[in-house]
């Protein structure tokens, strides 16, 4: 039977007490690699879109919101190295539960962040290019730091359950834990790992 979370894979299947989770070639070589060439291509890149936003570029409404979807996306990039360890390794965690914790909630915390800047930045040039003149109170470098302070606010209130409860988990027949995101009701999240209904 299909999962809400995802479709199948080819590979070996091991068996849990919550379902079938699925241990194949897509999570342990094909995600990590693609989190490699993220990384390796992600990090430079955000480094140097930092650098000319910080230091070559007037300060301007829009260059706050840019400036913070950056800092969201190099977040993630500061963990990815840990997913990719961990996909590599056939999905075991070996680096503790609190790094778990940080992990996802940073994993996750970068899909609200990124979400939240880009609806910002939307908005910001909806008023640029609408109403001009009419709302240059809403455009203002001060009301951009308030907007991104309000989101980050956002942000960390969304992180702070996956920081405060158990991430890991140890399925059955298997020595090493797994890392993958739980919500309140112990429950996995979507797109943590694949996983069907049993």
């Known amino acids: 039977m299909w999962s809400d979370y995802g479709c199948c894979a080819a590979g070996p299947v091991s068996w ?20 490699l060439v993220a990384f390796v291509v992600g990090l430079p890149s955000n480094l140097v879109a930092l650098w000319v936003l910080l230091f070559r570029t007037k300060k301007q409404p829009s260059t706050i919101l840019l400036i913070n979807l950056t800092t969201c996306d190099l977040l993630l990039l500061v963990v990815l190295p840990f997913r990719i360890a961990y996909h590599f390794h056939g999905n075991n965690w070996t680096l503790g539960e609190p790094l778990c914790r940080l992990v996802i909630a940073v994993f996750y915390g970068n899909t609200y ?71 309140q009701t112990g429950q996995l999240l979507p797109s943590t790992e694949v996983w069907y209904k049993g």
């Open 113 to 183: 962040g990124s979400v939240l800047s880009l609806a910002l930045i939307s908005f910001d040039r909806y008023l640029a290019l609408v109403h001009p003149i009419g709302e240059m109170a809403l455009r203002s470098y001060r009301f951009s730091v308030y907007m991104c302070i309000a989101a980050w606010a956002v942000v960390v209130a969304a992180m702070a359950p996956l920081l405060a409860t158990q991430q890991t988990n140890r399925p059955q027949h298997h020595h090493l834990p797994r890392c993958a995101a739980r919500g």
């Open 16 to 35: 849990t007490m919550s379902g079938v989770q699925i241990q194949a070639y897509d999570t342990t070589v094909l995600l990590p690699i693609l989190y």
